[in-house]
C-alpha cells in the first residue's frame, strides 16, 4: 500500500501525462533535495500502466508519458 505522499504525486504525474506532456521526475523533485515520493510514484505508476517510458530525458534518464490508448472492440468493416 502506497502512502498519501506517494498517491498524490502519482495522480500529479498521470494528470501532467494526460495532458499531453512528458514526465520527467527530476522536475517533479521538491525545490531543495530529492524525495524518495517521487521515485515511489514513478515505479508503481509503471507497475499500474498509467505511464511508460517514452525515452530519455537531456541527463540519458528514463521519462515517461501516458500509454496510447488501444481500441477495445473491431470497427466495422464498412461505413454505415
Not at 41 to 47: D, E, G
Not at 57 to 62: E, F, I, N, T, Y
Amino acid at each position: 500500500m502506497a502512502s498519501a505522499k506517494t498517491e498524490a504525486m502519482i495522480v500529479t504525474m498521470v494528470a501532467h501525462a494526460r495532458n499531453g506532456f512528458e514526465v520527467i521526475p527530476m522536475f517533479f523533485q521538491p525545490r531543495r533535495g530529492t524525495s524518495n515520493t517521487v521515485s515511489a510514484a514513478v515505479r508503481l505508476a509503471k507497475v499500474r500502466g498509467l505511464l511508460v517510458e517514452c525515452g530519455l530525458d537531456g541527463s540519458g534518464k528514463p521519462k515517461y508519458a501516458a500509454p496510447v490508448k488501444v481500441a477495445t472492440h473491431a470497427a466495422p468493416a464498412r461505413m454505415q
